[in-house]
Nanobody
C-alpha cells in the first residue's frame, strides 16, 4: 500500500506557473505508474498527465500538452507536475494517483488504486 500527499497548489495569475508535488510513502514507489487528475466544481475528475514506472514514458491530456510536465524523483519518492502558462480553465482540485496494475500508465480514474487528498489550484484572469 502507498500513501500520497500532494502540495504546491495555490492562487496564481493567468500566465503564471506552479509546481505540484506528490510525496509517496513506502519503498515500492518505482512499482507504480503515477498520474495527475483534476476536478473542477460540478465536473467529473479528468485526466491531466501520467508517467510510467520507469519514468521513460509520459502522456498528457490535449488541454495541457506543451504547458505541463510530469516527472518523478525516485530518491525522493515524489512525482511532480510543473504547470506553466496557466489559464483560468486550469482552476481545479488536483489529485495524484498511483496505479499498481503493472501497466505503462492509465488515463481513466478507475484504473488507479491509491489517491492523495488533493491540492487546490486557482488561476485568476
Amino acid at each position: 500500500q502507498v500513501q500520497l500527499v500532494e502540495s504546491g497548489g495555490g492562487l496564481v495569475q493567468a500566465g503564471g506557473s506552479l509546481r505540484l508535488s506528490c510525496a509517496a510513502s513506502g519503498r515500492t514507489f518505482s512499482s507504480y505508474a503515477m498520474g495527475w487528475f483534476r476536478q473542477a466544481p460540478g465536473k467529473e475528475r479528468a485526466f491531466v498527465a501520467a508517467i510510467s514506472r520507469s519514468g521513460g514514458t509520459t502522456y498528457y491530456a490535449d488541454s495541457v500538452k506543451g504547458r505541463f510536465t510530469i516527472s518523478r524523483d525516485y530518491a525522493k519518492n515524489t512525482v511532480y507536475l510543473q504547470m506553466n502558462s496557466l489559464k483560468p480553465e486550469d482552476t481545479a482540485m488536483y489529485y495524484c494517483a498511483a496505479d499498481a496494475s503493472g501497466g505503462i500508465f492509465a488515463t481513466t480514474p478507475t484504473r488507479y488504486d491509491y489517491w492523495g487528498q488533493g491540492t487546490q489550484v486557482t488561476v485568476s484572469s
